[in-house]
């Protein structure tokens, strides 16, 4: 049993060691890629029935222009975000679990357009989730 | 010891990403476990089965055929998961002495609450705690060996975390389960001994790389307690499951079982579809 949980504690440990050198900007493809994900992704939200009334009334140039920020930003880009905060933003929106679910699948199907491979979608995922807390059913 | 067996180490490779159609990671879900909970194969995990949100339920069912070298279990089992916090489950086993002859039943009943967490989200992992009533149908052979007791329960807690591109990239999923049971080969050989007839802690573990949308490859491990004195083994697979859709999952399993009511060295294929009927 010793054995076991620390083989499993290395494979963690690897898993975390197994970082590149390049930043996840690179890996994606730089301002181009990241642009593409955002277009496929204001478009994956206008045809979806349950995503799109949320967006109702909003400056889609303002968030085309604020997400690319964000996500070059989180992805170790030369940006600042100069956004609103994510509590900010989405307060009052009430978002649930099943809309924020279906919403990440819309960004998935967007990085998968922009030929993001499945494993650089995972590391870019990984960097958004936690912003999660500050817009479920706010 | 017998966690030298414990090769979890074949597991790394390709990729992709997870998300399951409703947003919770595909395969940490869609699967139950041998005796009837979401899990994976040999060990119940924080998740609770079905991919239904906090604003939704789910039934699955599912099947599982473990064929070793004297012996074969079946199990027909079905769960009702409700707004991704309760889960009710049942299962029942048919375990075939394939050798000697006869069959042993078992029904087993249980519960789970979720306390704590979202397996991919939450900054520390998915608690869970559950329980598994578990009802001998034919106690002969238990009684022969010297067990306490035709039925029993067993508790558990539960811990589940999903590490998003954690390996390489590759989303990967470990569990650790503490359980107390004095179940003899899990209740099929009855409850406890006169000698030893306390519930005992075991220690369960799994851990799996997320290849893709579709694909999880790991290993679980299972402590298991010796009250009959019969040298029952601690127990160990390793799994790949191919997950579609949200509806639909198969898993295969290599399962070494150890010794089981005295017959060395029971290792087989481990079998079991599932699916999400809502
Ligand atoms: C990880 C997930 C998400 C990220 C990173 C994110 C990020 C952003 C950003 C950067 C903006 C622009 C902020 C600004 O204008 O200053 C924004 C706006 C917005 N987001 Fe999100 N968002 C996420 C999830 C969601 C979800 C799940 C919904 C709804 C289902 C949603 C609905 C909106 C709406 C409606 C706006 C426009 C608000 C306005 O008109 O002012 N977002 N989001």
Redesign the interface.
């Known amino acids: 049993m010793v054995k076991c949980v620390s083989s499993m504690l290395i494979i963690l440990a690897l898993a975390g060691c197994a970082t590149t050198q390049q930043s996840l900007y690179d890996e994606l493809g730089g301002k181009q890629t990241i642009a593409a994900i955002v277009d496929n992704f204001i478009t994956e939200i206008q045809y979806d029935a349950e995503i799109l009334p949320y967006f109702e009334g909003s400056d889609i140039a303002r968030f085309r222009d604020k997400l690319e920020e964000q996500l070059c930003d989180v992805a170790d880009g030369p940006c600042d975000y100069t956004g609103d905060t994510m509590a900010q933003v989405h307060a009052g929106m009430a978002i649930t679990e099943h809309d924020f679910n279906l919403t990440v699948d819309l960004l998935i199907n967007a990085m998968t357009q922009a030929g993001v491979p499945h494993r650089v979608q995972n590391k870019l995922l990984a960097r958004l989730a936690p912003m999660r807390k500050d817009m479920l059913y706010k | 010891m017998?966690?030298?067996y414990?090769?979890?180490?074949a597991?790394?490779t390709l990729?992709?990403?997870?998300?399951a159609?409703?947003?919770?990671l595909i395969g940490t879900a869609g699967l139950n476990q041998i005796e009837g909970a979401g899990g994976g194969g040999l060990v119940p995990w924080a998740t609770l089965s079905g991919y239904d949100?906090?604003?939704?339920t789910s039934l699955n069912v599912f099947a599982t055929n473990v064929n070793v070298d004297d012996y074969r279990l079946q199990v027909l089992g079905s769960s009702v998961s409700l707004y991704?916090r309760v889960e009710v489950s049942a299962a029942r086993h048919t375990f075939d002495l394939t050798s000697l002859g006869g069959e042993i039943r078992q029904n087993i009943y249980g519960a789970k609450v979720r306390l704590y967490g979202d397996v991919?989200?939450?900054?520390y992992p998915q608690l869970s705690a559950g329980v598994q009533y578990k009802d001998l149908q034919d106690d002969t052979i238990a009684n022969a060996l010297g067990s306490t007791d035709s039925s029993g329960l067993d508790y558990y807690l539960s811990a589940t975390k999903v590490?998003?591109?954690?390996?390489?990239?590759?989303?990967?999923v470990?569990n650790v389960t503490a359980r107390m049971t004095k179940a003899n080969q899990l209740g099929l050989l009855g409850f406890g001994h006169a000698t030893q007839d306390n519930h005992e802690l075991m220690?369960e573990?799994s851990?799996g790389i997320l290849f893709?949308?579709h694909l999880a490859v790991g290993a679980e491990?299972r402590?298991k307690p010796d009250n009959l004195g019969l040298g029952e083994d601690?127990w160990?697979d390793v799994f790949v499951t191919y997950i579609p859709s949200k509806s639909f999952n198969v898993t295969l399993a290599w399962a070494e079982l150890g010794s089981i009511a005295g017959a060395q060295g029971q290792d087989g294929l481990y079998l079991s579809i599932g699916g999400q009927l809502w």
């Open positions: 017998r966690g030298t414990c090769a979890v180490l597991l790394l990729s992709q990403n997870v998300i159609d409703e947003g919770k949100s906090q604003e939704q991704d991919v989200y939450s900054q590490h998003l591109g954690a390996a390489a990239g590759y989303n990967l470990w220690m573990g851990v893709n949308r491990y402590q601690d160990w």
